[in-house]
Structure formats: C-alpha cells, structure tokens
C-alpha cells in the first residue's frame, strides 16, 4: 500500500517553538498547516482528532447556544444549521445524523437511560474506531478503554450503575460489569489497567489528570516508535500538541514542560534512517 512521508514537514515542527518561548503558535494554526501540507486522505485521518471539538459543538447546538463554541473542530455552527434543514448536503459523518434524529425522536428518546453526552461519545468512538489506519485504531481503542476503565472504578466507588455509563461494548466493558476484581480481572489484558486505578485513587486532581495524560503520552510514543516522517508521526504529534495546549491552560509549567518533551522528542529523530535513503539522498 503506498505511503505518503512528510520530511520536510516533520523536521520544520520543531521550529513552530524553537523560537516562540511565548507560544503564540496556535493549535488552530496548526491544523490549517495539516490541511496545507498533508495528502486529502491524510487529512481525514487527522480530522478525526478534531471530532470530539464537533461533538461538544454538536451539543451546544442542540441546545441552542450557539455561541459557546471551539473553533478547532471540523464544522461550524452555519455547516449544523444546513446540515439539520431541508438543504442538506451530506457533509458530517453518519453518526452526528443518527444522533440528532434520535436526540429529536420524542418517541425514541424516551428509551434512551444514557446521558446524551454518553450517547454521543459512544456513537463518536463507533464511528472511528472502523478507521483502517492502525495507529488511530490502537489510539481510539485505548482511549475508549482507559476511559470506561475510569468509569467502571467511579461506579463501584459510588455506587452507581456502570451499564448507563459505559461506553461501547467490548470484552473491557464486559469485564467491568461482571468482575468484583479491583482491576476488574484486565490486568493480563491491559497491563496499565493498576496504574489507571491507581491514579483514579489519587485526591489530587492535578496529579491524577497529568498522571493520565502521561499515560496517554506513552502510548502515542509506544504505538509511533518505529514510524519516521509518516502520517502516524504526524497524528501523534498532533495529539501531543492538543494535550500540551490543554496543560497550557490548565496548568502553565505543565504545558511548557510538555511543548518542551515535543521539541526534544522530535529533535532526537531527526537523523534519516537508513531505509529511507534513495541514492545516497534523502527525499
């Protein structure tokens, strides 16, 4: 299957910071450099980043706040107003159509025992996990894992049914509604599944967040660790990138701690492998 390698473009990332210690590069900056540089069906692999900003969008729309809105997603509040008229043109995933007529279905909507937020989420992660890129699979799937591995630990903390609150329904999901285990018996499966638990233990709700996003950052590293100016290295630099802004806002030293990380990540690889080598040059 043929690959498209971004040389260049990886290589130039670092610069984006190097000389802005004030970090005035924004993350929607950013994601218009993807739409300039990438190949169109690599962008769509990146888009999927993005859609959990539509979904909160999506949310507010329904709502009829139609201010309270992220830029960084894919659609804007105009895109939703014709997507959900008479004028539709099929430009949203089929998922975000499913959910508004079920959000709209008095009928349907009756049966529904989960929060639409959950709802949404659990549709969202439907949606990409059918991606054929497998570095988005593993991302996606760990995601939706670590996260109903959280919610299954804050049920049985408070005594809360976890059925209406999980997401999806895989042997992770299955294992926590069956399992009285405290690792709900995924330790052989999900090794990290201890160090998600104990994190959730932890009062600190700083420390609990930047343990998680740590975890999070691992497994981008792990799952990219052998990929070199390929699409995969760009998706995990733009994971990296969304959390460090997170942190920005959060928590200042965080954030630069990590645009730090992402600079010296990046520098380290910039030696061409040998593989890539053609004719003595590099592309």
Known sequence: MFRNYYYYFVAGLPDIFLDDTDVHFQM??????????????????????????????????????????????????????????DERQGILPQYMYNFVDLYKDEELSENVDKSWENVLAEMYYKYVLKTKNKFLKQWFGFNQNLNNILIGHNCRKFNLEAEKQLNGDN???????????????????????????????????????KGLDQLKWNKVEDITLFDYFTIEVVLAYTIKLDMAYRWLKLDEETGREMFGKIIDDLKSGFEFPKEFAINGKNK
């Open 28 to 85: 929607l900056d950013f994601k218009h450099e993807l739409k300039e540089h990438l190949h169109p069906e690599d962008y769509k692999l990146a888009e999927l980043l993005f859609l959990p900003y539509d979904n909160e969008k999506l949310l507010h729309f329904l709502n009829e706040d139609y201010e309270n809105h992220n830029k960084l997603g894919n659609f804007t509040v105009q895109d939703f107003e014709l997507e959900f008229s």
């Open 171 to 209: 042997f992770v999901t299955k294992a926590i509604l069956k399992s009285n285990a405290k690792d709900f018996g995924l330790e052989v499966d999900l090794p990290y599944v201890s160090e998600i638990i104990a994190l959730a233990e932890n009062d600190n709700l700083l420390a609990r967040e």
